[in-house]
Every structure is written in structure tokens, then in C-alpha cells.
């Protein structure tokens, strides 16, 4: 497998606009997260789903930000309209739950809204 | 007191030194936990699994405080190449009633020749 894979992996947009960035998790895992890292506040968790159920969207930072997962093997996390505070590293993560779980990151969409 | 509290750092440490890292967690209830490496501009990576009997791998040992909620990170004979962030992670159920892990913000480690 060839890993979580994320696009894009980079991303500068202006204000106001819409920014949509793409997940595709390890095939056979059943959970996925968004993560968002800045300097500031380090990784926050933005949603997580289980076999593709949204079952936890509490760090979703207002509704400007949306997230979908319409199939087992793709996810979405969409911010209308973009502001400069948005600016930060988006991981996605995916994940077995059992002993030992280990999550697997992607490489991360770096964010810039100017 | 936040989910989960690590030291930022920096520790720069030189080459060869013996360096720990703690961890406190605020969720009695937290069922498993980790230590990630993430280097500079990259992805977190699992390092360790964290037991309460505590564990050992290579020049890396992790400990488990139940009582206390922490978790420590011992990392002996320090590589240049040990030089990154250090990320305390602890698996429990949140507030909505799902399992989620919960990352600390990080603590850099700088191991200097």
C-alpha cells in the first residue's frame, strides 16, 4: 500500500475563496481523522469517521469548514470561504482500532490564504 | 488543565547525553498511549507504544504512571539524527463518546555535535 495519500500537497489561495483538500486513506482501515498543526496550538484534531460515519466533528473550528467521506477509500475537508487564519498543515490520518493502534499519517496539504 | 501536556522545549542536548521527556494526561479513563517523531516539515510517525510495565527499544524506554497520569520518553546515548519534535499521544473516549487520540503539542529535541 502505498500509504495515506493527500493532495494537494501544497495550496496558496486568496482570501474568500474556496479551498477543498483530498484524503485517500490505507486501503482496509476504518477510521480517519483530520488533524490541523500549527505553532500556535500544535495538532488539533478537526473530525474523525468511522466507517465512513462522521462520528466526531467537535474540533470542526466553525462552519465555514466541512468534511465528508463518501466512500471507504476518499475524503474531503472543504473551507468556504477561506481566511488568512486558516493558513496551517492539514494532516489526515487512517487507522485500525484494536491493540497497538498505530496512525498513519499523510504527508500534510500546507495551507497559505493570503 | 488541557487533554494532554508536554514540555515544548527546546532541549538541545549534545551528543551521546542521556535526555527524559514527560507527558501528563488529564483523562483517567485513557485506555493506550504512544510517542510520535515528527522531523521538520514532515508527517508524525509512531515510535513507541507505551505499556505499564514500561518498555524498551534500542536506546529508547517508555514508562507509564497510571496514578500520576504521565508518560515518560528516556533516550539514551543521544544521534544527531534523534534531533526532532517528540509528540505524546493518549487514546480515550471524548466528550462525544468516541475513541480519539489526543496529540500534545510537542517537545523539540536539538542534540548538538
Known amino acids: 500500500d502505498a500509504g495515506v495519500i493527500q493532495s494537494p500537497r501544497h495550496e496558496v489561495t486568496e482570501m474568500g475563496q474556496e479551498v477543498t483538500l483530498r484524503c485517500k486513506p490505507i486501503?482496509?482501515?476504518?477510521?480517519l481523522f483530520w488533524y490541523r498543526q500549527t505553532m500556535m496550538r500544535g495538532l488539533e484534531l478537526l473530525i474523525y469517521?468511522?466507517?465512513?460515519?462522521?462520528i466526531d466533528d467537535s474540533g470542526m473550528p466553525e462552519d465555514r469548514f466541512s468534511a465528508k467521506m463518501p466512500n471507504a477509500s476518499f475524503s474531503t475537508l472543504k473551507i468556504q470561504p477561506s481566511e488568512p487564519r486558516d493558513s496551517a498543515v492539514y494532516f489526515c490520518a487512517s487507522l485500525t482500532w484494536g491493540l497497538g493502534t498505530e496512525a498513519f499519517f499523510g504527508q500534510g496539504t500546507r495551507l497559505t490564504v493570503v | 488543565r488541557k487533554e494532554v501536556e508536554q514540555d515544548p522545549g527546546p532541549f538541545n542536548v549534545p551528543e551521546g547525553a542521556t535526555v527524559a521527556f514527560n507527558c501528563t494526561y488529564s483523562?483517567?479513563?485513557?485506555?493506550?498511549f504512544f510517542w510520535y517523531r515528527q522531523d521538520c516539515r514532515k508527517e508524525p510517525k509512531l515510535l513507541m507504544s507505551?505499556?505499564?510495565s514500561g518498555n524498551e527499544d534500542g536506546r529508547f524506554t517508555a514508562q507509564l504512571n497510571r496514578a500520576s497520569q504521565y508518560i515518560s520518553l528516556l533516550i539514551r546515548d543521544s544521534k544527531l539524527s534523534d534531533s526532532a519534535t517528540y509528540l505524546c499521544v493518549v487514546n480515550g473516549v471524548s466528550g462525544a463518546g468516541s475513541y480519539q487520540l489526543t496529540f500534545g503539542k510537542g517537545t523539540k529535541l536539538s542534540v548538538i555535535p
Open positions: 486501503s482496509g482501515h476504518n477510521s
Open positions: 483523562n483517567s479513563a485513557s485506555q493506550s
Open positions: 469517521f468511522n466507517n465512513n460515519v462522521p
Open positions: 507505551v505499556y505499564s
